[in-house]
Nanobody
C-alpha cells in the first residue's frame, strides 16, 4: 500500500502560481499511475491531471491544459502539480491519488488517497 501526504496549498491572488507536492511512502509508488483531483465546496471531486508510472504520459482536464503541469520523481517518491494563471474557479481541496493500471478520470478508480491540501484563489 502507498500512503500519500500533500503539501503546498495556500492563498494566492488571481493570476498567481502555486506548486503542490505529494510525498509517497511505499514501494508501489514507482509503478503506480498517479493523479491529482480537486473538490470544491458543494461539488463532486473532479479530475485535474494524471501521469503514468514512468512519467512519460500525462493527461489533463480541459480546463487545466496549458496552465497546470503534473510531474513525478520516482527516486524521491514525489508527485508534483505546478499551477499557473490561477483563477477563483480553481479554489478547492486538492488531492493526490494513485492506482494500478493506466490513467483514469474517475475518482472511484483510484486505490489510495492523500488527505488533501487547500488552495484558495482570491479575486
Amino acid at each position: 500500500q502507498v500512503q500519500l501526504v500533500e503539501s503546498g496549498g495556500g492563498l494566492v491572488q488571481t493570476g498567481g502560481s502555486l506548486s503542490l507536492s505529494c510525498a509517497a511512502s511505499g514501494r508501489a509508488f514507482s509503478g503506480a499511475t498517479m493523479g491529482w483531483f480537486r473538490q470544491a465546496p458543494g461539488k463532486e471531486r473532479e479530475f485535474v491531471a494524471a501521469i503514468s508510472w514512468n512519467g512519460i504520459s500525462t493527461r489533463y482536464a480541459d480546463s487545466e491544459k496549458g496552465r497546470f503541469t503534473i510531474s513525478r520523481d520516482n527516486a524521491k517518491n514525489m508527485l508534483y502539480l505546478q499551477m499557473n494563471s490561477l483563477e477563483p474557479e480553481d479554489t478547492a481541496v486538492y488531492y493526490c491519488a494513485g492506482r494500478t493500471g493506466i490513467w483514469n478520470t474517475r475518482p472511484g478508480m483510484y486505490d489510495y488517497w492523500g488527505q488533501g491540501t487547500q488552495v484558495t484563489v482570491s479575486s
